[in-house]
């Protein structure tokens, strides 16, 4: 009898020892200046995911639409207020579709899942339970080539090798013979005398967008994944659907603007331009489109928060990109990121424990628009090409730290060893850490809309290199936003730089903190700060 009691003694003290290990998810405590101020409009805070290496819910290796519905919670649990979940209302899939490759980028059948990520059951499903989150789905739509196993393409190589002249596929793509070749594009052999443009690879033919037959094509696509519960797309290499003619390239996305709306009147479309801020303002006429002067290791918002760059001069960039869309668009969405699927990964510029990626995160979440995280940024992972002809180490797995069982894609070679900043499960109960910088930022961003839809008032701040900011004002209501990218404090007089008067300090993130005095500012190094 002794021996058991003993025993159950023991066990109890063993249950106690473990529970008492592990600590509770940190939560954030929301109080009346953190408070969500969810507004049902366009703009939102995006998550880009690479399906395939996000999170495997059958053990295959392979990232998967379950595995991410799975996921929904760690991304927003639909509650605001809980301070629990990254808290995004928007994800961004990159391509979904049938395809031959990893990356899936070569679209066989428009109006499919692929196989390896699940069914269009799964898709509705993550759609409804992203819908019941208050999160906005978008998928990538690439549609100047397709891959060279599509219906399409086969259909009018074997029409050509019969003969058959008269088959309506021929039209769908760019063919020529040998004398209708233009320079500067790119050609392949493709039946009899005939040639396809392919600009990207061979394994991947230009359609051809004069053809009412591919508008039509694309009109029924549209149609498809609007009724599937999709809130718009974006849209890959809009610059190339006619190389090196931006004006037909207007044109035609012109028409696809107007085709979304028909169907969907508040469809969100954004457009990749990879080009200088001068060639993609043009095209935000239609749509949305990246910013990617905002982005990577030489872009506005890594000089400024690795301090290579004044604060001041990030401000003024805001402001002067923002005056130069403007001239296209009355009131643009516009689109700020540090990294995507393209790209090296941010963390490997920005250092985590020196506080650059947090200054990073508050110099572009806390700006202009529709921000795009890439998965996995906000726990700092790390990624870059080097020397390797393909981009799967810059899609690297999510590193959960439990039980998940995704791998690496195809071709990666990237060493796990190069990981040093810890994975979900090392961060997600650290109140200091990465992942709940980030969950505060986009708290305090939900919590003062004015961030995101005002009218920007730079300030200039002379004699200042790593201090500056701006008044943001929505619906007459106003802000201030001020950033310190330096080591030490600051402490400035906010009446000697606008007439505005500060009362309440609505919230701080980063290595330090902030208070409001009169208007006496206090802000301590690479920190960041909003006030009211």
Known sequence: ????????????????????????????????????????DQFRTYYEIFVGSFSDSNKDGLGDLKGMTNRLDYLNDGDPNSGKSLGIDGIWLMPIMESPSYHKYDVA???????????????????????????????DLVLNHTSMYHTWFKQA???????DLTNPYIEYYSLVKEDGKEPGKTYYPFAQDYFYEANFSQ???ELNMDSLLVKAEIIDILQFWFDLGVSGFRLDAIKYVYLNDTQKNLDFWSWFIEECVKINPDAYIVGEVWSGDALIAPYYANFSNFDFGMSQLEGAVASTANAAD?????????????????????????????????????????????????????????????????????????GSRGTESTDANRRLKMLWGDKDTVI???????????????????????????????????????????????????????GYFTFGGFLSTYQESTVGIFHNTGETAITIDLSLYTDYTFTILRGFAGKGVASLSNQFLTIDGLTSVVIK
């Open 1 to 40: 009898m002794i021996r058991k009691l003993w025993i159950g003694i023991s066990l109890l003290a063993l249950s106690f020892l473990l529970f008492s290990c592990t600590k509770p998810e940190y939560v954030i405590e929301v109080d009346e200046q953190l408070e969500a101020h969810i507004l049902d």
């Open 109 to 139: 059948d428009y109006m499919s899942i692929d196989k390896d990520y699940g069914t269009l059951e799964d898709f509705e499903n993550f759609v409804d339970e992203a819908d019941s989150r208050g999160i906005n789905v978008i998928i």
């Open 310 to 382: 004044a604060v001041n001069n990030y401000v003024s960039y805001l402001n002067n990109y923002r005056n130069m869309i403007e001239d296209y668009s009355e009131n643009p969405n516009l689109t700020p990121f540090i990294s995507n699927h393209d790209m090296n990964r941010s963390a490997g510029y920005l250092n985590v424990s020196d506080y650059r990626m947090h200054m990073a995160a508050n110099l572009y979440i806390w700006s202009y628009g529709t921000p795009f995280l890439y998965y996995g940024e906000e726990i700092g992972m790390k």
């Open 157 to 163: 190589k074997t029409a050509i090798n019969a003969g």
């Open 203 to 205: 394994t991947m033919p």
């Open 408 to 462: 690496d894609p195809v071709g990666s070679t990237y060493d796990i060893e190069k990981q040093t900043n810890g994975t979900v499960k090392d961060q997600i109960n650290d109140p200091n850490s990465l992942f709940n910088h980030y969950k505060k930022v986009i708290m305090i961003r939900n919590a003062n809309p004015e961030i995101a839809r005002g009218t920007y008032t730079p300030l200039t701040f002379t």
